[in-house]
């Protein structure tokens, strides 16, 4: 059945990847609460932009791979342009529109957080415009991943956490490592899930490049790496002691570890996505909470 015009636009949305956006909000906001210098107007602010510049990428994604030829074959929810249901136009259209409300919310934390915030909202813009758009799509050549890692855990974890009083301590930068590894893996899910289809039509995803066996061995090195790091970064002394307990959720990415590495169907890999975004929104609600509580 075709989707009504509201489920079109949530489908376009692709809302199980917003934990993406959301999580390293959180954690970079308690990690302000735990350093003293928390601020509401900035935790929502940062948030308000990350969701918005979030379902930007989507939207310019689905618009930008139905120009391509890509995501027509693929198995999961269906792409909106591609599937005839949203014109290019009106995608762009809505596509410019996210990116003024997180333009919109940039400029209030410019304002509270000073011109570093801006160089920061300049570079999300052309990260997300050129992942899959513009003369050479850094998406269809292996770099996805990277670029993940770095706008999804650093950035957006780092940059958080300076919104709320212009300091980026260390213990930013080693949860952003691991805010950025779970997304990252949120991506390795999805490229693994269409492989066959993204290698047809010329998609060049890092798990095109590097085959099923390795991607499978890069999404478990993601999982269990970013648990290796919650519990390295007390022992370093760069986060609270408490944070080690967002660990305990190890066991939550043992079903998903198994489904990557022993399943060959498409269709049973449409909810490894799914719950690798609902692992990183736990790992990050976890960590938030830890971050903020007092350690004496």
């Known amino acids: 059945m075709e989707p009504n015009r509201r489920q079109a636009w949530l489908i376009a949305a692709r809302p199980r990847t917003l934990p993406a956006a959301i999580a390293p909000v959180l954690v970079g906001s308690g990690l302000a609460a735990g350093d003293g210098v928390f601020r509401w107007d900035a935790m929502l602010a940062a948030l308000v932009g990350a969701l918005a510049i979030q379902v930007a990428a989507n939207f310019a994604n689905d618009a930008s791979d139905a120009k391509r030829g890509a995501d027509i074959e693929r198995v999961g929810p269906p792409r909106m342009v591609a599937a005839g249901v949203i014109t290019p136009h009106r995608m762009w259209l809505a596509t410019w529109t996210a990116m003024g409300i997180s333009t919109l919310a940039g400029l209030y934390l410019v304002f509270i957080a000073g011109w570093v915030v801006a160089v920061i909202g300049l570079l999300s813009f052309v990260a997300m415009l050129g992942y899959v758009g513009g003369p050479i799509p850094y998406g269809y050549r292996g770099l996805g991943e990277l670029a993940v890692l770095v706008f999804f855990g650093f950035v957006a974890t780092v940059g958080t956490r300076y919104v709320h009083d ?126 903020a509580l007092p350690t004496s």
């Open 166 to 291: 212009r300091t980026a301590p260390g213990s930013a930068w080693w949860l952003g490592a691991v805010m950025g590894m779970l997304a990252a893996a949120i991506l390795v899910a999805n490229n693994l899930r269409d492989i066959e289809t993204d290698e047809r039509a010329g998609k060049r995803t890092l798990a095109v490049i590097i085959g099923r066996s390795r991607t499978r061995d890069l999404y478990t090195g993601l999982l269990l790496g970013s648990f290796v790091l919650v519990v390295f970064g007390p022992i370093v002394g760069l986060t609270s002691p408490l944070t080690a307990l967002a660990a305990m959720l190890i066991g939550f990415s043992a079903p998903l570890i198994r489904t990557a590495r022993t399943s060959t169907n498409p269709a049973a890999q449409i909810g490894l996505l799914a719950g690798t975004a609902r692992l990183q929104l736990l790992v990050g609600v976890a960590l938030a909470v830890t971050a």
